[in-house]
Nanobody
Framework: QVQLVESGGGLVQAGGSLRLSCAVS????????MGWYRQAPGKQRELVAA???????NYADSVKGRFAISRDNAKNTMYLQMNSLKPEDTGVYYC???????????WGQGTQVTVSS
């Protein structure tokens, strides 16, 4: 069972920055993909940012230019750098990894990010 340990969530003022970390209990260099999702109250969970095995990235339109996903293979850790945060970024952020394209994804427990105005 893959274990995902998230950190970095919390309360931040609008316009501020926050970096989320996700430590993965296996080597991440060969994962099919990994990413961050978020879910605001009463809304569908959405993909925020993803990175593939080959290094390609994908971002939700709402965060393009403000968020950046990255990974450190040596540390088996994925990051989400969030800049210029807005109140609408508030939600529970989930770390997600998929070992293979056909594999079921693994999820972290989620970490709350609250952006106040």
């Amino acid at each position: 069972q893959v274990q995902l340990v998230e950190s970095g969530g919390g309360l931040v003022q609008a316009g501020g920055s926050l970096r989320l970390s996700c430590a993965v209990s296996l080597n991440i260099f060969n994962l099919n993909g990994m990413g961050w999702y978020r879910q605001a109250p009463g809304k569908q969970r959405e993909l925020v940012a993803a990175i593939t095995r080959g290094g390609s990235t994908n971002y939700a339109d709402s965060v393009k230019g403000r968020f950046a996903i990255s990974r450190d293979n040596a540390k088996n850790t994925m990051y989400l750098q969030m800049n210029s945060l807005k109140p609408e970024d508030t939600g529970v952020y989930y770390c997600n990894v998929r070992r293979h394209y056909y594999s079921a994804p693994d999820w972290g427990q989620g970490t709350q990010v609250t952006v106040s105005s």
